[in-house]
């Protein structure tokens, strides 16, 4: 499967609602009322993520209860 160059990736990025791409990834910032709401988003995305292979680099901010999820591609 040949790679998308930065500038298709950009265009399916633009029609997210939310999402941006720099750094060869895309990136959404999520935040929640409270920090176990952001644990549950964050272990229903895991188990997702795990059933199609996929590892998505995640951060959480446990003062602010929010997560970034950060897609990478090579």
């Not at 952001?38 to 993520?49: E, S």
Request: hydrophobic fraction near 40%; proline fraction near 1%; glycine fraction near 6%.
């Amino acid at each position: 499967m040949a790679l998308l160059a930065q500038t298709e990736i950009q265009s399916v990025v633009d029609k997210l609602d939310g999402w941006t791409y720099s750094d060869n990834a895309i990136h959404k910032t999520t935040t929640f009322d409270s920090y176990m709401d952001g644990i549950g988003f964050v272990n229903q995305l895991l188990g997702d993520a795990e059933a199609i292979n996929h590892h998505p680099d995640l951060i959480s901010n446990r003062w602010m209860a929010s997560s970034s999820c950060y897609i990478y591609f090579s």
